[in-house]
T-cell receptor, first 117, second 111 residues
């Protein structure tokens, strides 16, 4: 499968623990996004990388959340001191560079489902 | 602020009947509009985008800037169309990069 891959697929953690998720985008896609989806809602934007630079962060991304993309390839999303409200599906997406045809298609991973107990 | 509204959470349609999934948006500028679909146990995937003006799997969507709408239509529903559908918006060319999604409509095709 050459699409966007996320690991793990499921994570159950106790409140207060730290968790880290990984996203491997489609090779050579320079843009990478993290979204969060809760029950009954559409995906909500968290943060965006162009290569290794984090260019935008949502207000949803509290100081307990941190994301990195150290070499402009894979990315990690860490949540510190998890809370029950952090329970959600965390989606990663990647896009190719803009080739002058408008915004290119975003390809999504299958997500990491986080449950905080 | 950009916002996407999908007024119907659930929509059931008989096989062979026409389908229309509603989407309205607000954006101060020229947005790019998309429909994404998620079939059971599959990842979110692009169905169509307004600039392509394509028909994908028999679905079409026309951007109506006057009514700020981007409704998804299909003349004859098929059972394989049952899925979750999300309307999404992105800033136009050289605009912001993120997608803003609606809350989604679950479409069920009744055999």
């Amino acid at each position: 499968d050459t699409g966007v891959s996320q690991d793990p697929r499921h994570k159950i953690t106790k409140r207060g623990q730290n968790v880290t998720f990984r996203c491997d985008p489609i090779s050579e896609h320079n843009r990478l996004y993290w979204y969060r989806q809760t029950l009954g809602q559409g995906p909500e934007f968290l943060t965006y990388f162009q290569n290794e630079a984090q260019l935008e962060k949502s207000r949803l991304l509290s100081d307990r959340f941190s994301a990195e993309r150290p070499k402009g390839s894979f990315s990690t999303l860490e949540i510190q001191r998890t809370e029950q409200g952090d329970s959600a599906m965390y989606l990663c997406a990647s896009r190719d560079r803009d080739r002058g045809r408008g915004n290119t298609e975003a390809f999504f991973g299958q997500g990491t489902r986080l449950t905080v107990v | 602020a950009q916002r996407v509204t999908q007024p119907e959470k659930l929509l059931s349609v008989f096989k062979g009947a026409p389908v229309e999934l509603k989407c309205n948006y607000s954006y101060s500028g020229s947005p790019e509009l998309f429909w994404y679909v998620q079939y059971s146990r599959q990842r979110l995937q692009l169905l169509l985008r307004h600039i392509s003006r394509e028909s994908i799997k028999g679905f079409t969507a026309d951007l109506n800037k006057g009514e700020t709408s981007f409704h998804l239509k299909k003349p004859f529903a098929q059972e394989e169309d049952s899925a979750m559908y999300y309307c999404a918006l992105s800033g136009g060319w050289f605009g912001n990069e993120k997608l803003t999604f609606g809350t989604g409509t679950r479409l069920t095709i009744i055999p």
